[in-house]
């Protein structure tokens, strides 16, 4: 239900940005070590992922009759959680989320806050709309860099750079994800791109975003003081060429299924 390699992911994302975006000192083991034991952003990543995870649980809350559709053997809430026990684990998330915020700043709390309020509307309102769910989620997954870039003043370029590329990997994915559970949501009244505009229709704009994002990536990582950070974002391309190939054949929802988790 919380989508534990998920949280897994953001975890690794954001120590992995401090380590080597956010970095001070000569990278080291000592100072690898450093920043493992690094009290204040233990309670940021902390923070972000009990947010994430209360904003899985209150999706899946109001998304149990259309999931019974798309992926009835990932439905949890009603089948071995009681709903009203999903709706206080989602709160008492949010809560600590919000608490571990203040613990490490004001303005790192008050971005929690937003993240929190972001994620209810998400999952109450703008996941049954074309594009804006999509585009919600996507600002969400890059608040989870630029929450570090509120508390850490320095290097503040190359996480926002990172923080674009996250915006956009997401978007992808989650227009792609639409494409793979059309049946479900067309059922329960969503309008999602793909059901108002079609399958063939809504990969054109995935294109559109898959050109832009790269052309963005290139113009920004140019931009960057540091050629080895460079040379890893320009690395990513690789699985970028990937996805689109595979996305160019993709015609059932297996092959959406198979490309939105790869």
């Known amino acids: ?65 259309i999931d019974l559709v798309n992926k009835p053997e990932r439905v949890v809430i009603g089948r071995y959680i009681k709903r009203r026990w999903a709706l206080i684990i989602h709160q008492v998330f949010n809560g600590s989320g919000i608490l571990l915020g203040l613990l490490v700043s004001r303005k790192v709390a008050l971005v929690n806050l937003t993240a929190v309020f972001c994620l209810w509307l998400y999952s109450n309102q703008l996941k049954r709309l074309a594009f804006w769910g999509n585009l919600m989620v996507a600002i969400l997954t890059g608040f989870s860099l630029l929450v570090l870039a509120v508390y850490y003043p320095g290097h503040q370029r190359e996480v926002w750079i990172y923080a674009i590329f996250s915006f956009f990997i997401t978007l992808i994915r989650e227009i792609i994800k639409d494409m793979e559970d059309v049946k479900g949501d067309e059922k329960h009244g969503c309008r999602t791109l ?44 690789l699985p970028v060429g990937y996805l689109t190939y595979k996305l160019v054949y993709a015609d059932k929802p297996r ?6 988790n790869a």
């Open 1 to 65: 239900m919380i989508r534990w390699q998920n949280l897994a992911i953001i975890v690794f994302t954001q120590y992995f940005t401090r380590f080597f975006l956010i970095s001070g000192k000569p990278l080291s083991l000592d100072y690898l070590w450093e920043i493992i034991t690094e009290k204040n952003l233990f309670y940021i990543s902390l923070a972000t992922v009990l947010i994430a995870a209360s904003g899985y649980i209150i999706n899946d809350y109001y998304d149990v009759k």
């Open 194 to 237: 793909p059901i108002i505009w079609g399958i063939a229709r809504t990969k054109l704009l995935v294109y559109v975003l898959i050109a832009s994002f790269i052309t963005t990536l290139f113009i920004l990582a140019t931009q960057l003081p540091d050629n080895r950070v460079a040379y890893i974002f320009l690395l990513m391309m």
């Open 255 to 260: 092959d959406f299924a198979f490309l939105s």
